[in-house]
């Protein structure tokens, strides 16, 4: 095991700049997901990781040591790619043991190891098979198994599950987090499904054109997004986010940009004249007969929730609910917020404001 360090990285073609001054430190043992849209830079920064492409600047440590321009194999990285990468005319057990067969270890030693991954991955009855016998899921485990038995100080992982189904990519974020438990190893995990994210990771790193937007824990994101494209980014269904200003005479009402009122859960203490965005996740609606009218468009059973798209004079919102709510589409219904769940973000710099603004009593003459 080892820890990964990132410092200023910088990655260019030609006159092209792609990531921009990257500050990242992974633990000894931690489980890091890069996570952000396509296009954003994550996998290019899993790759200089690993030594697939140059570092145009900065430097990136493995285990202490610099490692700019060290070869990929020697590195002691083990990676794991969206496609599965295995070779078709071999068994389960040979695609495994293939990397050490070509380090010339000894045979007994490669059997060992490739029975130990096979017990962990539970693919032991399927060593004798080869890759067109086997299920996605099986071969994702084969793929992960072939990396396990290099005993790499650290695992990086390319979406690795973006060719499974649904249902199977629920099975293998499971099999992938408890792996690592087991393994206690350091692991950096490229995707871009947030909710891969927040199931797998101890820490989140979010991309967005290049640029490092926050680093948390998975709660610490979504509870407290720094900005408006991680609000808008974290969270399914992602969170509400409404443009207007604070109104003049009442701290309790934000006015929309289309002079809708939206009744708020508590006094706000914000310069009614500075432009804002609001933000509220759909849990945290709630029916209330002092609350905002909205009228219903859509219903959207889940099973676990109800999730309703509603309307406010043209801007829209998402509320999920886990009562089962007698609504139809077109029936009015008052909604209050929850009072932990309001979010400011100013509208020029996009940069969530500090709950000390709006978080406390606002004296009577305000």
């Given at each position: ?130 890759p067109r016998q086997l299920s996605g899921g099986q071969r994702q485990r084969v793929a992960m198994g072939r ?161 309703v798209i509603l309307n406010l004079g043209g801007e829209k919102a998402t509320a999920a609910f886990r009562d ?43």
């Amino acid at each position: 095991m080892a820890s990964v360090e990132i410092m200023n990285a910088v990655k260019a073609y030609g006159d092209q700049q792609v990531l921009h001054s990257i500050n990242i430190h992974v633990e000894d043992g931690e489980f890091v997901v890069l996570v952000g849209p396509s296009g954003c830079g994550k996998s290019t920064l899993l790759r200089m990781i690993a030594g697939l492409e140059d570092i145009t600047d900065g430097e990136i440590l493995i285990d202490g040591k610099v490692v700019n321009t060290k070869h990929p194999k020697d590195r002691d990285i083990a990676m794991v790619f969206q496609s599965y990468a295995l070779y078709p005319h071999m068994t389960v057990e040979e695609n495994m043991a293939f990397s050490l067969k070509m380090q010339k270890r000894d045979k007994e030693e490669q059997k060992q190891k490739v029975a130990e991954s096979a017990r962990i991955l539970d693919l032991t009855k399927l060593l004798d098979r080869y890759p067109r016998q086997l299920s996605g899921g099986q071969r994702q485990r084969v793929a992960m198994g072939r990396a396990i038995v290099r005993d790499p100080k650290v695992f990086l992982f390319d979406e690795p599950l973006s060719n499974l189904d649904a249902k199977l990519r629920v099975q293998m974020r499971t099999e992938i987090r408890s792996l690592h438990q087991k393994l206690k190893t350091t692991v950096v995990y490229v995707t871009h499904d947030q909710v891969e994210a927040m199931t797998m990771a101890d820490k989140i790193v979010v991309m967005h054109d290049g640029y490092i937007e926050q680093i948390g824990s998975p709660l610490n994101l979504y509870d407290q997004p720094a900005n408006l494209f991680v609000a808008g980014f974290m969270g399914s269904p992602s969170m509400n986010l409404i443009k207007g200003r604070m109104d003049r005479s009442d701290p309790h009402q934000f006015v929309t940009q289309n002079g809708k009122v939206i009744r708020l859960p508590c006094p706000v203490d914000i310069d009614p004249g500075r432009e804002l965005v609001i933000g509220i996740r759909p849990e945290h609606f709630e029916v209330s007969d002092e609350g905002t009218e909205f009228e219903v468009e859509v219903i959207e059973p889940t099973g676990s929730e109800i999730q309703v798209i509603l309307n406010l004079g043209g801007e829209k919102a998402t509320a999920a609910f886990r009562d089962r709510l007698p609504l139809e589409p077109g029936d009015k219904v008052r909604l209050g917020m929850s009072e932990n769940g309001l979010h400011f973000f100013d509208s020029q710099s996009g940069n969530r404001l500090s709950p000390d603004l709006y978080m406390k009593e606002v004296s009577p003459e305000h």
